[in-house]
């Protein structure tokens, strides 16, 4: 009915259509975190929904940093903020970021630099629990840079992290 050439057409065409849920997957562990609001790349409904293994899989950054919160010098593993905003197509200018107790706090997306902030999963080799503000923290690389070293900083490093909304 329809000539190998245009089937090898229409196949080439859908092939390269994006297909953003493959691209991240979807979880298959524990949800530690969902993201919505505006995003462009999603994986559930609108939104996307990432377990441990989801973020392992994203590009790992470890800050050593001490904090006002532990002592002394700390190694924390997570995904960097500037590496989820790129993958997850985010224009907007501000994320909102909650904890499970509902504490939030609004981070402006110019946070998102390369070495700056990361939500870790990771403090010192062991996976964060929610008795060590986990299961997920929102860090930055305070001993780099005075500027890191600041209320206003310090009131944007969420623990107990389990949602973000992208906010125009």
Do not use: C, H
């Amino acid at each position: 009915m329809f000539s190998p050439l245009f089937k090898a057409v229409i196949f080439l065409m859908i092939s390269i259509i994006p297909v953003r849920a493959d691209d991240l997957g979807v979880a298959r562990g524990e949800i530690l975190l969902t993201v919505s609001g505006a995003i462009e790349t999603t994986n559930a409904d609108g939104m996307v929904q990432f377990d441990l293994e989801m973020l392992e899989a994203l590009d790992a950054t470890v800050i050593n940093t001490s904090t006002i919160w532990t002592d002394g010098t700390q190694s924390f593993q997570g995904v960097s903020l500037d590496v989820l905003v790129d993958r997850l197509g985010i224009s907007a200018s501000k994320l909102r970021a909650t904890a499970i107790n509902d504490y939030a706090v609004d981070i402006p997306i110019s946070d998102a630099v390369s070495g700056g902030p990361i939500i870790a999963y990771r403090l010192n080799g062991d996976t964060l629990s929610v008795r060590d503000k986990g299961p997920l923290w929102i860090v930055y690389p305070y001993d780099s840079d005075a500027s890191y070293r600041s209320e206003v900083i310090y009131s944007r490093s969420i623990w107990q992290l389990d949602r973000i909304v992208v906010l125009d």
